[in-house]
């Protein structure tokens, strides 16, 4: 009888952990790695796993998922030398935080979308620690700024500080786009980036009440902005001009072929 799903993930899972511990054993350069040395590392791993996510590569997703796997191994077996946790504790603990701020599935608690089960969960998450963590701590200092203001903006959301009306964001927008202007005016250079970064944060928040993640928005558009500059580059070598030496309106009409082929 062939082993099951599961059974066979126990299996490989169990021969990735026996691996790793040959590897810190033998491997010069495993042996010498500590958090502080893979840290940098695994933010490279997940900005890859972002990109193969972003690309829809199911098997570049599942090469950079083993490999950001491989780096939470890691941790788990140099917190079993220093015998603070191992990877039984790790999953111990999601197990029982899953099953602790899930009670829509594991208890009695009725939701009715969604947007309910999200809010539990922050309450819930308040909860934890005997209620004495504050509503946006636990979002990590060194999150890119835009990722940061969006999560900051679900989190407040979560115990209800939030626009009674989507449409009422759109006067905070234009209010703060005044307010840029407005500094544009004065010159002031440190109040005109204090300026933009409000501007910003409101655009950020419309995108949220809009159901738009602003990271995946703003890098769609960056993706079509490379594939029109890189049609315009193209186009201006087979044409044998020089892009530093054309004009903004030459390159203007190319840069409108390059938009009606997305």
Known sequence: MLPSHNERTLVVFKELLDILDELREKCPWDKKQTNESLRTLTIEETYELA????????QLIK?????????????????????????????????????????HIFGDTKVADAT????????????????????????????????????????????????????????????ELEEVKEEIKNADQDKIEAEFGDLFFSLINT????????????????????????????QTIQQGKDLKKMSLEEMDVIWEEAKKRD
């Not at 990109?51 to 199911?58: F, G, L, Q, R, T």
């Not at 959301?157 to 626009?163: A, E, K, L, P, S």
């Not at 990271?215 to 769609?220: F, V, Y």
């Open 51 to 58: 990109d193969a996510i972003i690309k829809n590569d199911a």
């Open 63 to 103: 090469k950079e998922l083993g490999d950001v796997l491989l780096h939470i191994v890691f941790y788990a077996k140099i917190g079993s030398e220093t015998s603070d946790f191992n990877m039984t504790d790790v999953i111990e603990s999601l197990n029982e935080k899953l099953i602790y701020r899930h009670p």
């Open 116 to 175: 309910e089960v999200e809010e539990n969960w922050e309450k819930l998450k308040l909860k934890e620690k005997g209620g004495n963590k504050t509503v946006l701590e636990g979002v990590p200092d060194s999150l890119p700024a835009m990722v940061k203001a969006n999560r900051l903006q679900d989190k407040a959301r979560g115990v209800g500080f939030d626009w009674e009306h989507k449409e009422q964001v759109w006067e905070k927008v234009a209010e």
């Open 207 to 234: 995108a949220r009440l809009y159901g738009v993640n602003p990271e995946n928005a703003l890098e769609r558009t960056n993706r079509k902005f490379i594939k029109r500059f890189n049609y315009l580059e193209q």
